[in-house]
């Protein structure tokens, strides 16, 4: 059994980050995140879900990566640690158990 | 850097705002995010869009997940900390030995003035204080319109008293006092005098003198008792007790000691040391609605207004006389402050003028020290400079510099407060001396450790702030560098601020000019008649009833050449009369008419002159009902022929004086009318030639009247000295006005000593090249000092005006003044600079005078 659990923003951001591998950082995760889902979430949710993920030990990040457009300043990049893998994996397993099963009647609607 | 036309920028003060909240260690990349994001924006959208997006989004990193926690940085002030602050403040204090000495000497000097000042300044505000019941207490005043103008006054007739307590309900009590002075009080063999009063019971009720034995309300009560003080007491019957004791008033009244209370203070505004039943008074004299010779003290029921009491008591006093008189109540706690009024009005003239001008003086002095102490910790700020450098790339902050220069600051300050009140206990009975007062430095009194501290500490701050924020400013790039650091800014402050000190010091110096030429003018007043070889015996007892025999008496002694007597002393006439006739007068018209009464020889012994007629002579039997009038009256009354006028209640003008210096020598002379009286004159005069024997003359005098007045001493003054007497209290203040304007130049000096001796050491090299090359001594002497003549002149330009209406505005108040002339003037204006230039002028040649050698040796 996991002990914590992470919400559905946290699953997608921590999927992302997994995703851009190694080039995860603020603006790239929100990029990819409108590019994938088609969601606008803020800057500031996305670094506020960054931290909760670092603070529960999910994501490790380094300095790097300083640009002009930046004014200088340099990027955090995030990476997902082990233990960010394993819930990942529990998450999906979990998910996976639950749809097996789904008996045929419960999911089918009709749109007519 | 690429040279790209010029790129959008966030908006800056979105940008100040995210640095201020956000954590420091998210700044960057939080930043960095934002402005990434803002290229694409403004591609997007164009500027003001991205601009109101970054804002907006700026706004929503406010959560508490990039918020900066409190920081927890290293406790600054730790033990080693402090210690290093102190070793360095105390080798800064040694080496340069000449600064902190006039640093120190001088933040003393003004302290040690405002402390004085404040000393007398909490006394004069204590007045009165110590009544309990002093938000109710009132004194019974009245309005008068005379000669156009109304007249206040706090003289009020005896009956008012019982009036007010028994018509209005508002005043839960009301008393009279009067009949003020010194009294003949026997006991037993000795006869000695004391500072009496006449009270009704109720003013007891009213005031607080807290008795130490016995009832004083009780005992005023009955016409055969006193109330004594408690020193009194003791100067009269030792350690006995003293209750119960018989003394007699005057030779004739035979009183018991009923009650005694303790010493009244000083700072009260009636002062006296025994207290006798109004009774008294009353049994003696029949105190009538037209005699206003008392003082009506009322105390109102709580929670009642005097408003409402004016109104009802308005009109009382104009029933009970035939003159238009507006009675009021005024608050007993502002009459100390507040007792000069114009037209009705309070204004700032009495008591609380001396206050304010003293308050201000005590301020000054000490801003002026504060100055001092700024300019010249800003001027050593070189020395400094790289310590501060030093210290800021080892990671202090700034605000933690100015902490530790405010606390050096501080420290400085406090030393100087000891020496302060050092100086103060020193110098504090000369200066009792001066004031006449008898301050003290209480330190048990949490009132004065509060004020001191409370002086420290602002003194501290406003002198050390300052120099504090400047030294904190200096980048440590530029000063480790070596670049001079004392711009031209720094420069124009500093001769701002000595500008300022010399505006203040020759103002001062003005002012006492013009206060000491004025005095002396009036010092030199010519009096109208000759003070010289006059004495005037004070009559008691029914010596005034056998004033012929005295005379008689008197002239028999050789070198007596005339002898008078009078209702008042010549010196000061208290009688004034209203309502005088005179032919010619206008419906309405009226004025203050001093009126006295004399026996015959009155001209001759006081040695006034007649412009017109003749004196009271005996061959007349009609004198009886004549009179004489001085010039003033004469002209007031518009008189154009006034021998054989008559005026007032039938007394046919005889004879016009020529006017004479009575009262206040500050005014002109008031009008007077003199009549003749035979009988009850308490003031007999006796003229006699100064020559060697006139002390033996003096004691014959005093046998002659010893014989006709057996029981009584001989009291007797000269009127000359009796005149001086007006004087002590304008000659103390002048001299006080003196004393503190030359402590105020003398710190401004001080100031001057150390700046001039900074500059000149700064400008060493300077010096020692220009010698090399040929200058004089004269010359760099007169180059260094230049700098400073300046603000002198500046000062000087600016304070002449202001002294000049200052002065003007005082003197507008006196009749007798002089005029303000240029002399005055130039003359602060060349003592400043002589002044300034012996301060600079000392340190410049020493300056000059150094060996070029000494000054280029390291270059």
Redesign the interface.
Known sequence: MRKTYIGELEEVVLLTVALLYDEA???AITQEIKAQTERNI????V??TL??LSEKGFVNSR?GG??A???G????FFTVTPAGSRILHDIQDTREQLWRQIPTQALQWKMG | MDNHPHKPHPPRWADRLLESFCAPHLLEEVQGDLYELYGGWVQEYGARKANRLYVFHTLKFFRPNTMRKKTMSSPMVTADMIRNYLTIAWRNLFIHRLYSFLNITGLAVGLACGILLLLWLTHKLSYDKFHKNLPGIHLMMKNQMLGGEIRTGDATPAPLSAALREQFPEISYAGCTGGRGEKLFNLGEESTYASGIYAEPDVFNIMTFPAVAGNPVEALHDPGSLVISESTARKWFGEADPLGKTVRLNNTHDLQVAAIIRDVPSNSTIRFDVVLPFRLLEQEQKLKWDNYSFMTWIMLQPNTGQEALNDKVKDLLSTKSDEQVELFAYPFADYHLFSSFKNGKPNNNGNIAMVIVLGSLCFFIVLIACINFMNLATARSERRAREVGVRKVMGARRRIIIGQFLSEAMVMTFLSLGLSVLIVNLVLPAYNQLIQLDLELNFSDWQIWSMLLGLGLITGLVAGSYPAFFLSAFQPVRVLKGVIVTGRKAAWLRKGLVSFQFFISIFFIITTIVVYTQLEHIRNRPLGYDQENLIEITAQGDMSQRFDLVKHDLLQLPGVSSVSAGTDNLVWMGGGLTGFQWPGKAPGQDFNLTATWVNYDWVETAGLSLVEGRDFSPAYRSDASACLLNEAAVERMGLSDPIGTVVGENNTVIGVVQDFIYNRPTTDPQPMVVFLRQDNLNHFFVRFRNDQQWQQRLAQIEQIVKTHNPDYPFNFHFTKDEYQHNFDEIQSSGQIATLFSGLAIFIACLGLVGLSAFVAEQRRKEIGIRKVLGATVPHISFSLSRDFFQPVVWAFVLAAPVAGWAMQQMLEGIDYRIELSWWMFSLAGVLALIIAMLTVGFQSVKAALANPVDSLRNE
């Open positions: 950082y603020g603006v803020s800057i500031s949710a670094h506020a931290h909760r300095m300083a640009t457009e930046r004014g300043r340099r990027k955090r």
